[in-house]
């Protein structure tokens, strides 16, 4: 049985959990979107050993543990409890973005990249204005997904005192010793950031296949 007592007199600290685990996710996906966007150029440029830094980056990071790579931040560089989940989370997600956005670049008509460059854009500014904001453009399902993951993966910052949505009710919980309600109401305020976050991605999906 839901006691919804505890949301009504633990509400203060559920919103409190809230609005760290949407202020994290924010800064998260801005981090991983641009570190995701370097990596993906580092893997296509046309220098070997950006090729072999960018590769091993994404089969690395891609291959071992979320909560690993936030104890390195915690433990190793002894940062903050949210600062070493949101970094946490941009090394992580970031790997994942890389391979989207490369996907995206490597189906973009490689004369597009040849006129860029005729126009008298280096590569790096032909990348930047011309081929990434197409190739994003083409990966918003995948992207959307990774955004979607990376909210939910923001509960990480629990384990390290992060102070966000999870920590919290970890707190409440062991104050209340009403586990199900707790987490019940940690998952519904998850919900409130996904669903919507959901319904957007789909929107957004629809405007681009249409502009297609």
């Known amino acids: 049985m839901i006691n919804f007592s505890i949301l009504i007199n633990y509400f203060d600290m559920f919103l409190e959990g809230f609005k760290i ?28 050993p950006l090729n072999i830094v960018g590769a091993i980056y994404v089969e690395f ?9 936030v104890f390195v931040f915690y433990m190793g560089f002894r940062f903050g409890g949210f600062q070493a989940g949101t970094l946490g989370l941009i090394v992580y997600t970031a790997a994942f973005i890389a391979e989207a956005i490369r996907a995206g670049i490597k189906s973009i008509a490689k004369g597009q990249m040849e ?20 190739a994003v453009k083409m990966v918003i399902p995948p992207l959307g997904n990774q955004t979607l ?10 384990v390290v005192g992060g102070l966000d949505l999870m920590y919290y009710g970890d707190l409440i919980n062991s104050q209340t010793f009403a586990a199900f309600s707790t987490y019940i109401f940690v998952g519904l305020f998850y ?22």
């Open 191 to 212: 919900l409130v950031l996904t669903i919507p976050l959901s319904f957007g991605v789909r929107y957004l999906e629809k405007r681009v296949s249409r502009s297609y």
């Open 115 to 134: 006129a860029a460059r005729s126009s008298g854009l280096n590569y790096l500014q032909a990348m930047w204005h011309v081929i990434l904001p197409q």
């Open 21 to 48: 685990t949407l202020f994290a996710s924010f800064l998260a996906l801005i981090g991983s979107f641009v570190l995701g966007a370097i990596i993906a150029i580092f893997r296509i440029a046309p220098f070997k």
């Open 149 to 158: 993951n990376l909210v939910k993966n923001s509960s990480i910052l629990g």
């Open 61 to 69: 990071i891609r291959n071992i543990p979320l909560l690993l790579i």
